[in-house]
C-alpha cells in the first residue's frame, strides 16, 4: 500500500480546515471566518484500499505577535520537517502577496516534494485561474499545481490521487478505523470554541481558549457529562461572552452541545463557565497550561 504524511500549510483563511474535511468526510478541524482558528497540529488520517495518507492540519502562517502565535509558528515548522510531501494551500489572490512570499521562502530551503493547491477556483475566471498558475510555476518549486475549491469539493479527489502517485509503499501507521490523532476530549473543547468564534464580535474570539474541567459518561446511561470553561483575556470579554442575563453562553453550549451529540453519538450535558486569565496569550506558562505545548 502506499502511505505517508502530508504537511498541509498556507496563510490563515486559505481554506485548509475546509480541504481536510472534504477529504475525511467528517468535521474535525475548526472552521471559523476568524483569522488563528487552527492552534494545533491535527493529524486527519484518510484510509481507503490501496492506501492510508496522515494529513497534518497546521495553523495559518503569520508572522507572530505574542507566544501563543510562536508557538503555532513553531507547530508549522515541526510539521513541515515530518512530511514526506509539503502542500502549500493559496487563495484566490491574483498576485503572490508578502506573507506567502515568506512561506515561498522557507519551503525553498527544504527538499521534499511540493505540491500547489489553488483554492477557491469556483470564485475564478478561467484567465485568472492561469495568470495564478503561471505566477508560481515561474518560481520551479512546485511538483505539482493543482486548482481545487474545498468548499464544492472541485478537484480534491484529483488531489489525493496525485499524492497517491507521488508516495512510496509504506505500512498503515494507523488503525484504519482512526480519522485522527486527537483524543475525544480535544475535539470537544474545538467543537466548544468553534461555536464561541462564530458567535461572537471580531475584539474577543483571538483571545479565547477552552479548558475541559470533567468529561465522564455516566455509568448504565447513553449519557456523558462535560463540563468545560472558556477563557478569555479581559474582564469586558467575559461580560460579553456570557451575554445579557446568561444568553450568549447559553447560545454557544447549546450549539456545541448538538454538535457534540452527533461527534460522540451519545446524549450529553454540556455545563460552561467563562473565566478571565489577563493577556493568557503572551505569557508562555499559560499558553503551555492551555494545551499549546
Known amino acids: 500500500m502506499k502511505s505517508g504524511f502530508i504537511a498541509v500549510v498556507g496563510r490563515a483563511n486559505v481554506g485548509k480546515s475546509t480541504l481536510m474535511e472534504k477529504i475525511l468526510r467528517e468535521k474535525i478541524s475548526i472552521i471559523s471566518n476568524k483569522a488563528q482558528t487552527t492552534r494545533d497540529k491535527i493529524q486527519i488520517i484518510y484510509n481507503d484500499s490501496e492506501s492510508q495518507i496522515i494529513f497534518i492540519d497546521t495553523p495559518g502562517i503569520q508572522n507572530p505577535k505574542n507566544k501563543l502565535q510562536e508557538r503555532l509558528f513553531q507547530f508549522s515548522e515541526e510539521s513541515i520537517k515530518e512530511a514526506d510531501i509539503i502542500t502549500f494551500v493559496i487563495d484566490n489572490s491574483l498576485e503572490i502577496g508578502k506573507l506567502d512570499s515568506q512561506i515561498i521562502e522557507m519551503l525553498e530551503k527544504i527538499n521534499l516534494p511540493k505540491i500547489l493547491l489553488i483554492n477557491k477556483i469556483d470564485l475564478l475566471k478561467d484567465e485568472e485561474i492561469e495568470q495564478i ?161
Open 133 to 293: 498558475k503561471n505566477n508560481y510555476e515561474n518560481l520551479a518549486i512546485f511538483d505539482k499545481i493543482i486548482g481545487i475549491s474545498a468548499l464544492n469539493d472541485s478537484n480534491v479527489d484529483f488531489y489525493i490521487e496525485t499524492i497517491k502517485e507521488m508516495l512510496d509503499e509504506g505500512p498503515a501507521y494507523y488503525d484504519t478505523d482512526m480519522i485522527t490523532d486527537k483524543s475525544e476530549r480535544f475535539i470537544v473543547s474545538e467543537i466548544i470554541r468553534e461555536k464561541a468564534l462564530n458567535n461572537l464580535s471580531e475584539e474577543v474570539p483571538h483571545g479565547i481558549a477552552v479548558r475541559i474541567d470533567d468529561f465522564k459518561k455516566r455509568e448504565n446511561k447513553n449519557l456523558i457529562d462535560i463540563n468545560a470553561t472558556i477563557i478569555v483575556e479581559r474582564n469586558s470579554h467575559k461580560e460579553i461572552v456570557i451575554g445579557k442575563a446568561g444568553s450568549m453562553v447559553k447560545k454557544i453550549g447549546t450549539e456545541a452541545r448538538k454538535e457534540i451529540e452527533t461527534f460522540l453519538s451519545s446524549k450529553v450535558n454540556l455545563k460552561l463557565w467563562v473565566k478571565v486569565e489577563k493577556d493568557w496569550r503572551k505569557k508562555e506558562k499559560l499558553v503551555d497550561r492551555f494545551g499549546y505545548k
